[in-house]
Protein backbone atom coordinates (compact mmCIF):
# COMPACT_ATOMS: atom_id res chain seq x y z
CA UNK A 1 0.00 0.00 0.00
CA UNK A 2 1.28 3.56 -0.55
CA UNK A 3 2.10 5.85 2.59
CA UNK A 4 2.20 9.46 2.77
CA UNK A 5 5.23 10.89 1.74
CA UNK A 6 4.53 13.38 -1.34
CA UNK A 7 4.67 17.09 -1.75
CA UNK A 8 1.13 17.04 -1.89
CA UNK A 9 -0.47 16.29 1.51
CA UNK A 10 -3.79 14.76 0.93
CA UNK A 11 -7.31 14.16 2.82
CA UNK A 12 -9.22 10.79 1.85
CA UNK A 13 -12.58 11.93 -0.05
CA UNK A 14 -15.11 9.44 0.56
CA UNK A 15 -15.43 6.78 -2.77
CA UNK A 16 -19.34 6.90 -4.54
CA UNK A 17 -20.82 3.22 -4.71
CA UNK A 18 -18.93 1.16 -7.55
CA UNK A 19 -15.35 2.67 -7.67
CA UNK A 20 -14.16 0.30 -5.15
CA UNK A 21 -11.97 0.37 -1.68
CA UNK A 22 -11.58 4.36 -0.99
CA UNK A 23 -8.57 5.54 -0.61
CA UNK A 24 -7.02 9.02 -0.18
CA UNK A 25 -6.46 11.61 -3.50
CA UNK A 26 -2.73 10.61 -3.19
CA UNK A 27 -1.11 7.84 -1.23
CA UNK A 28 3.09 7.72 -1.65
CA UNK A 29 5.70 5.92 -1.47
CA UNK A 30 6.35 5.54 2.57
CA UNK A 31 5.12 2.58 3.10
CA UNK A 32 6.46 1.12 0.25
CA UNK A 33 10.01 -0.85 1.04
CA UNK A 34 13.30 1.27 1.11
CA UNK A 35 16.15 2.63 -0.33
CA UNK A 36 20.03 2.37 0.55
CA UNK A 37 22.83 1.54 -0.11
CA UNK A 38 25.33 -0.16 2.45
CA UNK A 39 24.80 1.11 6.17
CA UNK A 40 27.41 2.98 7.31
CA UNK A 41 28.08 4.19 10.99
CA UNK A 42 26.02 7.60 12.18
CA UNK A 43 27.79 10.39 11.36
CA UNK A 44 28.62 12.66 14.97
CA UNK A 45 27.85 16.15 15.48
CA UNK A 46 30.30 18.89 14.84
CA UNK A 47 32.20 20.71 17.68
CA UNK A 48 30.09 23.99 18.49
CA UNK A 49 32.22 27.27 17.73
CA UNK A 50 32.06 30.13 19.82
CA UNK A 51 31.44 33.66 18.14
CA UNK A 52 34.15 35.97 18.66
CA UNK A 53 32.62 38.43 21.14
CA UNK A 54 33.68 41.92 18.91
CA UNK A 55 31.51 40.29 15.69
CA UNK A 56 28.17 39.85 14.80
CA UNK A 57 26.53 37.09 13.59
CA UNK A 58 26.10 36.92 9.78
CA UNK A 59 22.32 35.95 9.04
CA UNK A 60 21.73 32.93 6.80
CA UNK A 61 19.55 34.16 3.78
CA UNK A 62 18.06 30.94 3.19
CA UNK A 63 17.12 30.27 6.45
CA UNK A 64 14.43 32.85 8.13
CA UNK A 65 14.21 33.53 11.45
CA UNK A 66 10.48 31.96 10.62
CA UNK A 67 10.43 29.74 7.60
CA UNK A 68 7.18 30.05 7.51
CA UNK A 69 6.38 33.92 7.85
CA UNK A 70 5.48 34.07 4.05
CA UNK A 71 2.50 31.73 4.31
CA UNK A 72 -0.74 31.61 6.48
CA UNK A 73 -1.28 30.46 10.12
CA UNK A 74 2.62 30.04 10.27
CA UNK A 75 3.41 29.51 14.12
CA UNK A 76 6.27 28.26 16.07
CA UNK A 77 5.90 25.20 18.84
CA UNK A 78 4.47 24.44 20.90
CA UNK A 79 2.15 22.98 18.11
CA UNK A 80 -1.08 21.24 18.40
CA UNK A 81 0.92 17.63 17.53
CA UNK A 82 4.11 18.06 18.91
CA UNK A 83 7.05 16.16 16.44
CA UNK A 84 10.46 15.08 17.36
CA UNK A 85 13.66 14.81 15.50
CA UNK A 86 17.34 13.90 17.09
CA UNK A 87 20.28 15.02 14.55
CA UNK A 88 23.66 13.63 15.17
CA UNK A 89 25.00 15.61 12.10
CA UNK A 90 24.74 18.29 9.62
CA UNK A 91 24.39 17.54 6.02
CA UNK A 92 25.71 20.09 3.43
CA UNK A 93 24.33 22.48 1.82
CA UNK A 94 24.38 20.87 -1.61
CA UNK A 95 24.29 16.75 -0.50
CA UNK A 96 22.37 14.24 -1.73
CA UNK A 97 20.05 13.65 1.04
CA UNK A 98 16.91 11.37 1.24
CA UNK A 99 14.52 10.48 3.72
CA UNK A 100 14.01 6.53 4.70
CA UNK A 101 12.90 3.97 6.63
CA UNK A 102 15.96 1.54 7.33
CA UNK A 103 15.24 -2.10 7.78
CA UNK A 104 13.47 -3.76 10.20
CA UNK A 105 12.66 0.07 11.53
CA UNK A 106 9.88 2.10 12.81
CA UNK A 107 11.55 5.55 12.76
CA UNK A 108 12.55 7.76 9.30
CA UNK A 109 15.74 9.29 8.96
CA UNK A 110 17.15 11.77 7.00
CA UNK A 111 20.26 10.24 5.21
CA UNK A 112 23.45 11.78 3.56
CA UNK A 113 25.00 10.17 0.69
CA UNK A 114 27.05 12.79 -0.10
CA UNK A 115 29.19 9.62 0.05
CA UNK A 116 27.67 7.41 -2.11
CA UNK A 117 29.56 4.49 -1.34
CA UNK A 118 29.09 5.29 2.59
CA UNK A 119 25.89 7.20 3.04
CA UNK A 120 25.49 8.44 6.71
CA UNK A 121 22.63 8.89 8.73
CA UNK A 122 21.98 12.49 10.50
CA UNK A 123 18.61 12.88 12.26
CA UNK A 124 16.09 10.29 12.90
CA UNK A 125 12.42 11.55 13.15
CA UNK A 126 10.17 10.22 15.99
CA UNK A 127 7.54 7.57 15.54
CA UNK A 128 3.92 8.27 14.18
CA UNK A 129 5.76 11.85 12.24
CA UNK A 130 5.16 11.51 8.71
CA UNK A 131 7.66 13.03 6.04
CA UNK A 132 5.64 14.96 3.41
CA UNK A 133 8.68 16.40 1.57
CA UNK A 134 12.79 17.75 1.64
CA UNK A 135 12.63 21.39 0.90
CA UNK A 136 16.35 21.35 0.51
CA UNK A 137 19.28 19.52 3.26
CA UNK A 138 18.54 21.60 6.11
CA UNK A 139 14.03 21.92 5.70
CA UNK A 140 12.00 18.93 5.71
CA UNK A 141 8.28 18.95 5.36
CA UNK A 142 6.33 16.34 8.35
CA UNK A 143 2.67 15.38 8.99
CA UNK A 144 1.38 14.61 12.39
CA UNK A 145 -1.94 14.09 12.77
CA UNK A 146 -3.04 15.99 9.90
CA UNK A 147 -0.66 19.30 10.31
CA UNK A 148 1.97 20.32 8.62
CA UNK A 149 5.52 21.55 9.74
CA UNK A 150 8.53 22.72 8.65
CA UNK A 151 11.72 20.98 10.49
CA UNK A 152 15.28 22.88 10.43
CA UNK A 153 17.76 20.67 10.16
CA UNK A 154 19.98 19.94 12.67
CA UNK A 155 18.22 22.29 15.27
CA UNK A 156 15.24 20.49 15.16
CA UNK A 157 13.27 23.63 15.26
CA UNK A 158 9.48 23.03 14.09
CA UNK A 159 7.54 25.09 12.63
CA UNK A 160 3.33 24.52 12.01
CA UNK A 161 1.40 25.83 9.49
CA UNK A 162 -2.26 25.64 10.00
CA UNK A 163 -4.08 25.21 6.42
CA UNK A 164 -7.37 23.87 5.82
CA UNK A 165 -7.02 22.03 2.82
CA UNK A 166 -6.84 18.85 0.76
CA UNK A 167 -3.31 18.86 -0.80
CA UNK A 168 -0.45 21.37 -0.55
CA UNK A 169 2.88 22.43 -1.46
CA UNK A 170 5.55 24.74 -0.12
CA UNK A 171 7.94 26.67 -2.03
CA UNK A 172 10.92 25.30 -1.44
CA UNK A 173 12.51 29.23 -0.22
CA UNK A 174 8.89 28.74 1.85
CA UNK A 175 7.80 31.99 0.23
CA UNK A 176 4.17 30.93 -0.92
CA UNK A 177 1.94 27.97 -0.67
CA UNK A 178 -0.33 26.23 -3.31
CA UNK A 179 -2.89 24.40 -2.03
CA UNK A 180 -6.42 23.03 -2.54
CA UNK A 181 -9.11 23.67 -0.95
CA UNK A 182 -11.01 21.24 1.43
CA UNK A 183 -13.87 20.44 -1.39
CA UNK A 184 -11.16 19.67 -3.51
CA UNK A 185 -12.64 22.01 -5.78
CA UNK A 186 -10.95 25.57 -5.65
CA UNK A 187 -6.76 25.59 -6.23
CA UNK A 188 -5.64 28.30 -4.22
CA UNK A 189 -2.07 30.08 -4.03
CA UNK A 190 -1.02 32.10 -1.37
CA UNK A 191 1.83 34.32 0.16
CA UNK A 192 2.34 37.05 2.35
CA UNK A 193 -1.21 38.06 3.24
CA UNK A 194 -2.50 37.33 -0.25
CA UNK A 195 -4.63 34.52 -1.51
CA UNK A 196 -5.45 34.12 -5.49
CA UNK A 197 -7.80 32.19 -6.57
CA UNK A 198 -6.23 30.09 -9.72
CA UNK A 199 -8.30 27.50 -11.08
CA UNK A 200 -12.11 25.84 -10.13
CA UNK A 201 -12.82 22.30 -10.89
CA UNK A 202 -15.17 20.02 -11.73
CA UNK A 203 -17.44 18.98 -8.35
CA UNK A 204 -16.08 16.35 -6.75
CA UNK A 205 -17.91 12.72 -7.24
CA UNK A 206 -15.55 10.98 -5.37
CA UNK A 207 -12.48 9.11 -6.49
CA UNK A 208 -10.44 5.78 -5.80
CA UNK A 209 -6.96 5.03 -5.74
CA UNK A 210 -4.65 3.16 -7.91
CA UNK A 211 -0.98 2.34 -7.62
CA UNK A 212 -0.39 2.84 -10.89
CA UNK A 213 -1.86 6.68 -11.47
CA UNK A 214 -1.69 7.66 -8.01
CA UNK A 215 1.02 9.98 -7.50
CA UNK A 216 2.02 14.17 -6.42
CA UNK A 217 -1.19 16.30 -6.67
CA UNK A 218 1.40 19.98 -6.77
CA UNK A 219 5.09 20.07 -6.84
CA UNK A 220 7.29 22.85 -7.24
CA UNK A 221 10.69 23.06 -9.02
CA UNK A 222 13.63 23.22 -7.39
CA UNK A 223 14.49 26.97 -7.72
CA UNK A 224 10.37 27.62 -6.62
CA UNK A 225 9.69 29.43 -10.00
CA UNK A 226 7.25 27.10 -10.92
CA UNK A 227 4.30 24.51 -9.92
CA UNK A 228 2.21 22.36 -11.06
CA UNK A 229 -0.96 21.35 -9.64
CA UNK A 230 -2.68 17.58 -10.83
CA UNK A 231 -6.63 16.88 -10.31
CA UNK A 232 -7.60 13.96 -10.26
CA UNK A 233 -9.96 13.54 -7.66
CA UNK A 234 -13.20 11.51 -10.22
CA UNK A 235 -11.09 9.94 -12.51
CA UNK A 236 -8.51 9.98 -15.08
CA UNK A 237 -10.58 10.80 -17.48
CA UNK A 238 -11.42 14.15 -16.12
CA UNK A 239 -8.32 15.24 -14.84
CA UNK A 240 -6.58 18.99 -15.25
CA UNK A 241 -2.92 20.04 -15.01
CA UNK A 242 -2.46 23.42 -14.16
CA UNK A 243 1.23 25.15 -14.38
CA UNK A 244 1.96 28.51 -12.09
CA UNK A 245 4.16 30.91 -12.41
CA UNK A 246 4.51 34.38 -10.27
CA UNK A 247 1.14 33.83 -9.02
CA UNK A 248 -0.37 33.08 -12.75
CA UNK A 249 -2.05 30.07 -14.39
CA UNK A 250 0.58 29.66 -17.34
CA UNK A 251 -0.35 26.52 -18.88
CA UNK A 252 -3.15 24.67 -18.36
CA UNK A 253 -4.99 21.45 -19.58
CA UNK A 254 -8.64 21.14 -18.31
CA UNK A 255 -10.38 17.56 -20.23
CA UNK A 256 -12.58 18.49 -23.29
CA UNK A 257 -16.57 18.33 -22.54
CA UNK A 258 -16.61 14.70 -23.26
CA UNK A 259 -13.73 13.66 -21.14
CA UNK A 260 -10.16 12.43 -21.85
CA UNK A 261 -11.78 9.30 -23.36
CA UNK A 262 -10.35 7.04 -20.35
CA UNK A 263 -10.96 6.42 -17.30
CA UNK A 264 -7.54 5.20 -16.24
CA UNK A 265 -5.29 6.33 -18.34
CA UNK A 266 -6.89 9.72 -20.15
CA UNK A 267 -6.13 12.70 -18.98
CA UNK A 268 -2.66 14.15 -17.39
CA UNK A 269 -1.18 12.09 -14.85
CA UNK A 270 2.29 10.81 -12.80
CA UNK A 271 4.15 14.65 -13.60
CA UNK A 272 7.61 15.00 -12.08
CA UNK A 273 10.01 18.50 -12.54
CA UNK A 274 13.49 18.13 -13.65
CA UNK A 275 15.68 18.64 -10.80
CA UNK A 276 17.95 20.85 -13.22
CA UNK A 277 15.89 23.13 -14.47
CA UNK A 278 12.12 24.18 -15.07
CA UNK A 279 10.79 21.16 -17.55
CA UNK A 280 7.91 19.10 -16.43
CA UNK A 281 7.39 15.27 -17.47
CA UNK A 282 3.64 13.68 -17.35
CA UNK A 283 1.93 10.99 -19.06
CA UNK A 284 -1.19 11.89 -20.86
CA UNK A 285 -3.22 10.09 -23.94
CA UNK A 286 -0.94 7.08 -23.28
CA UNK A 287 2.11 9.20 -24.65
CA UNK A 288 4.83 11.03 -22.46
CA UNK A 289 4.98 15.09 -23.02
CA UNK A 290 7.02 17.38 -21.88
CA UNK A 291 6.65 21.06 -20.97
CA UNK A 292 8.69 23.96 -20.51
CA UNK A 293 8.17 27.56 -20.68
CA UNK A 294 10.26 28.07 -23.88
CA UNK A 295 8.91 24.99 -25.97
CA UNK A 296 5.62 24.55 -24.55
CA UNK A 297 4.11 21.01 -24.48
CA UNK A 298 6.16 18.93 -26.88
CA UNK A 299 4.69 14.69 -27.15
CA UNK A 300 8.33 13.32 -26.00
CA UNK A 301 7.16 9.75 -26.71
CA UNK A 302 4.54 7.72 -28.27
CA UNK A 303 2.55 4.82 -27.03
CA UNK A 304 3.99 4.73 -23.74
CA UNK A 305 2.50 5.29 -19.95
CA UNK A 306 5.18 4.94 -17.03
CA UNK A 307 4.49 5.09 -13.51
CA UNK A 308 6.55 6.61 -10.50
CA UNK A 309 9.08 8.29 -12.72
CA UNK A 310 11.86 9.94 -11.08
CA UNK A 311 14.69 12.16 -12.56
CA UNK A 312 18.69 12.37 -11.79
CA UNK A 313 19.49 15.34 -10.09
CA UNK A 314 21.40 16.76 -13.14
CA UNK A 315 18.63 15.98 -15.10
CA UNK A 316 20.34 13.73 -17.19
CA UNK A 317 18.30 10.51 -16.50
CA UNK A 318 14.58 9.34 -15.62
CA UNK A 319 14.18 6.21 -14.66
CA UNK A 320 10.51 4.60 -14.56
CA UNK A 321 8.35 1.54 -14.23
CA UNK A 322 5.97 -0.04 -16.56
CA UNK A 323 4.10 -2.94 -16.24
CA UNK A 324 4.04 -6.06 -19.27
CA UNK A 325 0.23 -7.55 -20.13
CA UNK A 326 0.64 -9.69 -17.59
CA UNK A 327 0.84 -7.42 -14.82
CA UNK A 328 4.30 -7.75 -14.57
CA UNK A 329 6.87 -4.27 -13.56
CA UNK A 330 9.88 -3.68 -15.39
CA UNK A 331 12.09 -0.63 -14.71
CA UNK A 332 13.41 1.35 -17.02
CA UNK A 333 16.02 4.44 -18.09
CA UNK A 334 14.66 7.08 -20.45
CA UNK A 335 16.44 9.88 -21.91
CA UNK A 336 15.04 12.97 -20.84
CA UNK A 337 15.67 14.88 -24.11
CA UNK A 338 14.79 12.66 -26.60
CA UNK A 339 12.50 10.24 -24.70
CA UNK A 340 14.60 7.03 -25.83
CA UNK A 341 14.27 4.23 -23.82
CA UNK A 342 18.03 3.20 -22.01
CA UNK A 343 18.78 -0.14 -20.22
CA UNK A 344 16.59 -1.72 -17.87
CA UNK A 345 17.26 -1.37 -14.35
CA UNK A 346 17.45 -4.79 -12.36
CA UNK A 347 15.71 -8.11 -13.15
CA UNK A 348 11.98 -8.45 -13.44
CA UNK A 349 9.41 -7.82 -10.59
CA UNK A 350 10.87 -4.32 -10.15
CA UNK A 351 8.87 -0.97 -9.17
CA UNK A 352 9.04 2.10 -7.22
CA UNK A 353 12.43 3.46 -8.65
CA UNK A 354 13.69 6.64 -6.98
CA UNK A 355 17.01 8.19 -7.98
CA UNK A 356 18.82 8.72 -4.55
CA UNK A 357 22.09 9.87 -5.94
CA UNK A 358 22.91 10.49 -9.67
CA UNK A 359 24.74 7.40 -9.98
CA UNK A 360 21.88 5.28 -7.18
CA UNK A 361 18.76 4.14 -7.96
CA UNK A 362 16.78 2.16 -5.11
CA UNK A 363 14.10 -0.65 -6.49
CA UNK A 364 11.45 -2.40 -4.74
CA UNK A 365 11.20 -5.84 -5.88
CA UNK A 366 8.35 -8.91 -4.83
CA UNK A 367 10.42 -12.14 -4.94
CA UNK A 368 8.89 -15.34 -5.33
CA UNK A 369 9.15 -17.55 -2.11
CA UNK A 370 6.81 -20.46 -0.61
CA UNK A 371 4.35 -18.73 0.91
CA UNK A 372 4.08 -16.30 -1.80
CA UNK A 373 5.84 -12.82 -3.06
CA UNK A 374 8.14 -11.72 -0.41
CA UNK A 375 8.80 -8.17 -0.94
CA UNK A 376 12.50 -6.77 -1.09
CA UNK A 377 14.65 -3.83 -2.42
CA UNK A 378 17.75 -3.05 -4.47
CA UNK A 379 20.47 -0.09 -5.66
CA UNK A 380 21.29 -0.56 -8.77
CA UNK A 381 24.46 1.41 -9.63
CA UNK A 382 24.76 3.07 -12.98
CA UNK A 383 28.12 3.50 -12.93
CA UNK A 384 28.53 -0.64 -12.40
CA UNK A 385 25.53 -1.07 -14.42
CA UNK A 386 24.68 -3.80 -11.03
CA UNK A 387 22.43 -4.21 -8.62
CA UNK A 388 22.83 -5.46 -4.85
CA UNK A 389 20.51 -5.19 -1.77
CA UNK A 390 19.59 -2.68 -0.02
CA UNK A 391 19.37 -1.94 3.17
CA UNK A 392 16.12 -0.22 3.80
CA UNK A 393 13.24 -0.61 3.96
CA UNK A 394 11.37 2.52 2.40
CA UNK A 395 11.68 5.47 0.62
CA UNK A 396 9.75 8.94 1.74
CA UNK A 397 11.37 11.38 -0.23
CA UNK A 398 14.44 12.91 -1.82
CA UNK A 399 16.49 15.86 -2.24
CA UNK A 400 17.89 16.80 -5.31
CA UNK A 401 16.30 14.53 -7.28
CA UNK A 402 13.08 14.40 -7.69
CA UNK A 403 10.49 11.48 -7.76
CA UNK A 404 6.58 12.29 -8.83
CA UNK A 405 5.99 10.41 -5.37
CA UNK A 406 8.02 11.67 -2.67
CA UNK A 407 10.24 15.29 -4.11
Not at 142 to 151: F, K, R, S, Y
Request: proline letters at 10%; a negative charge; glycine letters at 8%.
Amino acid sequence: MRALAAVAILVAVPCLAGCGTATGPVISASSRPGSGATPSPTASAPAPQTPSPIQSPTPTPSIPSNPLAHLPSANLAPFKNPQVVSCTGNPGPTDPVAVVMMHGQSNYVLRDYANEDHPTNVCTFGVGVVIDAILDPHHVMTLANGNPAIVEIPSGTFYELSLAATAYAVAPDASQVLWLSLDAVTLHDSWDGNDSVLQQYQATLGRCGSPDTDSKSIQFTRDGQYAYALWEQNFADTSYLNVVHNHQNVFTLAPPPAGWGSKISGGPLMAVWSPAGETLYFTKLGDIWSWNPNSGAVDLRTGLRWIDPSISPDGTHIVYAVRDSSGTPTVHLMDPATGATGAQVGGAGRDLPYFLTKDLIWVHADVPGCSGSQPNSYVYDLRTHSEYPSVLDGVAATWPAASALGG
